[in-house]
């Protein structure tokens, strides 16, 4: 999460962190404060409503440039959905999806699955599939 971001747009709306937090439906201004101070991150829907709030693109409250170079984990949070949320939609379960976007995996989801995952977050299935790749190169595997 983009830390220093979120403090720019809440501060040039003119909000506290305690009018955020009522905004958001968030427990006071102490889950704000933890989410400028780097020491907590919010729930992928939570994140979508503050983005909402603020009235920006929730990717503008990720530390994340351009939109091509999205991994799966951050098209599920801009999106706005939690891992089970994004399992479900695809027909897998939530402990594939975690190994997915984290990188940990053999074999490349199937072109039926990639489909699912790509009407659920919205994006062309040659995202997910490129999403998909960055993450395995992150881990030092060959895609």
Do not use: C, N, Y
Request: aromatic content about 2%; hydrophobic content about 45%; cysteine-free.
């Amino acid at each position: 999460m983009d830390t220093g971001r979120l403090r720019e747009l809440r501060l040039g709306k003119g909000m506290s962190q305690h009018a955020l937090s009522l905004k958001v439906g968030v427990q006071g201004a102490a889950a704000i404060s933890a989410w400028e101070r780097g020491v907590a991150t919010p729930r992928p829907s939570t994140l979508f409503q503050v983005a909402k709030v603020l009235g920006v693109d929730p990717i503008e409250l990720l530390a994340v440039d351009g939109t091509e170079g999205r991994t799966l984990q951050e098209l599920r949070v801009v999106r706005g959905m939690t891992l089970r949320e994004l399992a479900s939609a695809a027909s897998t379960s939530p402990s594939t999806l975690r190994r997915w976007e984290s990188g940990d995996f053999v074999r490349v989801p199937g072109a039926d699955v990639v489909r699912a995952l790509a009407r659920a977050l919205d994006v062309a299935p040659a995202q997910v599939e490129a999403a998909l790749m960055r993450a395995r190169g992150a881990t030092g595997e060959r895609p």
